[in-house]
């Protein structure tokens, strides 16, 4: 950093193509004259997004767009509209939309795999920067692009090393994750005061680095914790999912597949969440991606948020202890009231926005009832999902009675052996990488303020409201 700081003795133009040249790797890059890698279309998308934005704040700045009551401040500010975040939008009655698209339309339109049927994540992630679905060989291109960049610092590969095996794996995330900071693309240019204009351009090569070195770490920590500690090397002819499957040691098309659909899945989920929110807040004080990201990673571990899947596991095989495999639907449903009449919620059931099945569960049963309809824990959450709801319902004390993302995500990963629940928030990291690096990419390029939302105590609330 030393080295960095008489760097603003040169022109701005010629420092920022010093950095450029010094931190993107030309062999990184595997444009054609046919195929448009995704840094040169979002380069085309930014000023007509930002000319969009301008308008839009020109026509509607002073436009309310809602209410704040005083139980939405003390309520989570469930509610509450108060973000930007242009990937996703969660309606009550649909479900996801990414950039307008429901998950199984993503499903039908985005390039597969050859021999697969599930959506490649890359994909995913060039139809949340652009807005556009890819062509296959656009992302091949970005595959390729991933795997040239996966390689991780002997740095971090010692500090994982070195992790006892009793540490939680998403602390040992979180703590790689903050120690790739070191190679942040955007605080060296930061620091070396490359003008703002160019802030997404840093922001999109860090974003693209952390989420092609994801599965290499995401695979240390399981082989050092769970197995053998050794890692094999990246494949550059397989996708994302495929090589993070192997690197895990998964030889299996099946696996691989639900690696693919499950990466794409969990991805994206509007701003509010606390992993997408803790990104964008952190990302918002001009923080690096790979800082922002730890934030949100230290927000998806609380059990709240991305320990939900492990939770609706644990109670499920609780339930298969207590009335068998082989259980009535009589039995199932006796199990469900003693599960609310002891001051318990059923896991994976309900949604601070959803009122209908949540359709990431829904692809999910799909994949289940293709590819394992007759293993038996499968068939314990099917008759859940018909019996649920109803109780539910007669309970009376849930908005919404139908099943979520986690009720289905955990018995699929059982199936397959893959049996370490301590690491399933891991893999949710991995896939909600592609959705908040795609926030920080626009925020960056949009130019959005550090956020700064106003606050209240008790006492104020009581005297400015007694008046009224």
Partial sequence: MASLRVMPKLSSGILSRQLLNSSINASRFYSTAKTQTLKERLKELIPERQAEVKEVRAKFGSKVMGETT????????????????????????????????????????LPKAEGGEEPLPEGLFWLLVTGEVPTAEQVKCLSADWAARSAIPSYVEDLLDRCPNTLHPMSQFSLAVTALQHESAFAKAYQSGVP?????????????DLIAKLPIIAARIYRNV?????????????????????????DNQKFTELMRLYLTIHSDHEGGNVSAHATHLVGSALSDPYLSFAAGMNGLAGPLHGLANQEVLRWIMKMREQVGAEATDEEI????????????????????????TDPRYTCQREFALKHLPTDPMFKLVSQVYNIAPGVLTEHGKTKNPWPNVDAHSGVLLQHFGFVEQDFYTVLFGVSRALGVMNGLIWDRALGLPIERPKSFSTAHIKKMLSKQ
Wanted: hydrophobic share 35%; aromatic share 14%; charged share 30%.
């Fill in 196 to 208: 703002k204009a160019q802030y997404w351009d840093y922001t999109f090569e860090d974003a693209n």
């Fill in 333 to 356: 449903k006796e199990f469900l009231w003693r599960t609310l009449k002891g001051g318990q919620v059923v896991p994976g059931y309900g949604h601070a926005v959803l009122r209908k």
């Fill in 226 to 250: 769970f197995k053998d500690g050794k890692v094999p090397e990246i494949d550059r002819n397989l996708d994302w999912s495929a090589n993070f499957a192997r690197l895990l040691g998964y």
């Fill in 70 to 109: 005083v139980d939405m401040m003390y309520g989570g500010m469930r509610g509450v509209k108060g973000l930007i975040w242009e990937g996703s939008v969660l309606d009550a009655e649909e479900g996801i939309r990414f950039r307008g698209y429901t998950i199984p339309e993503c499903q039908k339109l």
